[in-house]
């Protein structure tokens, strides 16, 4: 349990990075995309990555309508191709928004937000998921520590899941942090941009 004078956290998810390296293995780009953990970047395509919170589990995909569909469990599977596109979908917002309107849906397949390497949703991007939507009681509800091939690399966010999301330039929320963003933010400013190591969902 931490406790910070400006924010109160309940939950708390670090990974390690034994785990994130174990998926660095040297492999052919091609192989690496849909199958395992990577680094984002590979290739020289954007990468599309996937990260679960309740297991630590990353998986990278060469569309982000793939990525969305492994996120959200397979419910989300029609997501636009690029996320440029999913920003201005009413229907995939709505999706992607409210999650539990889907009496079927799995706890640990909330996406609680997508993060980019570039302003405009560009580039790599980071999916997200947790346990569940985030309550909005004045907690940080879940936080993640960017492992080293995310660290000072997020230019635009988008938050899902009922969650604000809170950006910090050290681990475990330290420093000075920068949010909440509320909605998609296609540049997230000087203050935090290319500084981000890591994030906390309230």
Known sequence: MISR????IRRTVTLTASVLLAGAVTAPAAQA??????APGE????RHCTLDLSTGAERCYASFTEAVDHA???????APASARTAVHDSRFRAEARSPAADGDRQADSVIQG???DDPGF???????????????????????NLEDGWKNRISSVQPWGNCWVWLYPEPDLGGDRDGPFKENTSDIGA???DRTQSIGFS
Not at 43 to 46: A, K, S, V
Request: proline residues 8%; negative net charge; aromatic residues 8%.
């Open 72 to 78: 959200s469990g397979g419910h989300i599977d029609d």
């Open 122 to 144: 560009g580039g790599d991007s980071l999916t997200i998921s947790g346990e569940g939507l985030c309550e909005k009681d004045g907690w940080v509800d879940y936080q993640h």
């Open 43 to 46: 290739g020289g395509q954007p």
């Open 191 to 193: 203050l935090m941009n």
């Open 33 to 38: 995309a849909p199958t395992g953990p990577a």
């Open 5 to 8: 004078p400006r924010h109160r």
């Open 114 to 116: 997508t993060f980019f």
